[in-house]
Nanobody, 124 residues
Framework: QVQLVESGGGLVQPGDSLRLSCEAS????????MGWFRQAPGKEREFVAA????????WYSDSVKGRFTISRDNAKNTVYLQLNSLRSEDTAVYFC?????????????????WGQGTQVTVSS
């Protein structure tokens, strides 16, 4: 069983940056593909980014490519999401998730464990 705890969300202005963290416990972190998803009010959960356990592969949604960066520190059992050039449409609850497979990392259905989420609000 893996537990995931996100942190780092907050209220920022358009153009600002944030770094989200997701710390895993329960063992096996290094063997999991880690993903970030987000869900805005009234909308479905959508894929943001993912990183393979080897760190050799990363995936991004088109809406965040070039602005967000996913990384992981396997020694700290933590995955990060750097959010730059934030826009109002980035406002959402951000979730991290862990998957035993890297097949279709954009699909929420492959993830075995989810965190509780951290709120990111971008507003002037």
């Amino acid at each position: 069983q893996v537990q995931l705890v996100e942190s780092g969300g907050g209220l920022v202005q358009p153009g600002d940056s944030l770094r989200l963290s997701c710390e895993a416990s329960g063992g096996g972190f290094m063997s999991y593909c880690m993903g970030w998803f987000r869900q805005a009010p009234g909308k479905e959960r959508e894929f943001v980014a993912a990183i393979s356990w080897t760190i050799r592969s990363t995936w991004y949604s088109d809406s965040v490519k070039g602005r967000f960066t996913i990384s992981r520190d396997n020694a700290k059992n933590t995955v990060y999401l750097q959010l730059n050039s934030l826009r109002s449409e980035d406002t959402a609850v951000y979730f991290c998730a862990a998957a035993r497979t890297v097949v279709s990392p954009q699909s929420p259905g492959i993830y075995d464990y989810w965190g509780q989420g951290t709120q990111v609000t971008v507003s002037s």
